[in-house]
């Protein structure tokens, strides 16, 4: 994939998943799968499906239960809409615009550490010199892309190029708000962390990705509280609460309409499905019948 290309998957990307949330690591009604159905009364059953941010072969060869029950739908839903609005409207907001710079805000020391970071995807002074510091943290917290082509994204091409009616859950302003709305002080201090760590990413994504492929969902909300517990904790929870509990409650309230209508397929990021905050436990909470099916 060419820099440029490259650039934009990262930006789009981070955007539909928040790696590093946790939903806590208490024991779990929905401890393992991907695939559920959701059926409410007499109308044809739905089914939500957790995704998960990779271009890794294992994520992308849907399983033949997925695959049905995708080619089933007439309803397509997801987080949020990637299309080229998103994409530059994103692009616009991870930079300042009012003057500022990242070295400026960050100070020399920090600013060094991020260029040396941000040198290894290929990412020069130039690109990225007026990036607010989340932007950076989104850019460093993905494994390096070679595609492109990740599981959401195929999803919604597939969608799209079936023609199904494509959902949105939430709009582009509110994944943004997640990271956009986080004080300063906690864009720099997330940034610092996720520096430190580093050394740790690699293997910490191919456990993410082990867990993902063997279905434990248990396994990956103590996976990600693993992860948080090595940083601030106050910080931790609060952009726990950010990019997951609030999101929860959105996604739910909002998929519940075309659950009751039935013959919809909605994928959205494993770590939303379970935990008692969790998309499923709210699902079953409001008189859905939950089923894993895969």
């Known amino acids: 994939m060419k820099p440029g290309n490259d650039r934009q998957a990262r930006l789009l990307g981070l955007i539909f998943i928040c790696w590093f949330c946790s939903a806590g690591a208490e024991d779990v009604r929905f401890s393992r799968g991907l695939l559920f159905e959701i059926s409410w009364e007499a109308v044809a059953p739905c089914y939500l499906f957790g995704t ?15 695959q049905l029950a995708f080619d089933q739908a007439d309803v397509f839903a997801m987080e949020a809409i990637p299309d080229a609005e998103a994409i530059i409207h994103s692009m616009i907001t ?16 920090l600013y060094g550490q991020a260029l040396e970071a941000l040198s290894d995807l290929d990412l020069p002074e130039a690109a990225v010199k007026d990036f607010k510091p989340w932007a950076v943290v989104t850019l460093l917290s993905v494994p390096r892309a070679v595609t492109g082509d990740f599981l959401d994204m195929q999803l919604y091409k597939a969608a799209d190029a079936g023609g199904k009616t494509v959902i949105g859950l939430e709009s582009i302003e509110e994944q943004l708000a997640v990271f956009d709305g986080l004080d300063e002080s906690d864009q720099i201090a997330l940034l610092r962390e996720t520096l430190e760590a580093r050394d740790i990413l690699p293997q910490f994504f191919e456990r993410l990705l082990t867990l993902y492929v063997e279905r434990d969902l248990a396994g990956l909300l103590h996976l990600s509280d693993e992860y948080l517990r090595g940083g601030n904790p106050q910080l931790a929870e609060r952009f726990k609460e950010a990019a997951l509990d609030v999101r929860n409650v959105r996604m739910a309230r909002r998929m519940a309409p075309y659950l009751r209508t039935g013959g919809c397929f909605i994928a959205v990021g494993a770590l939303h499905l379970p935990g008692t905050g969790g998309v499923l436990e709210r699902l079953h909470g409001n008189g859905f019948h939950v089923r894993a099916v895969y």
Do not use: C, N
Request: no cysteine.
């Open 94 to 109: 991870m930079v300042y615009t009012d003057g500022r710079t990242l070295e400026g805000v960050i100070g020399p020391g």
């Open 52 to 66: 998960i941010h990779s271009e890794d072969p294992r994520v992308l060869a849907l399983p033949p239960e997925v």
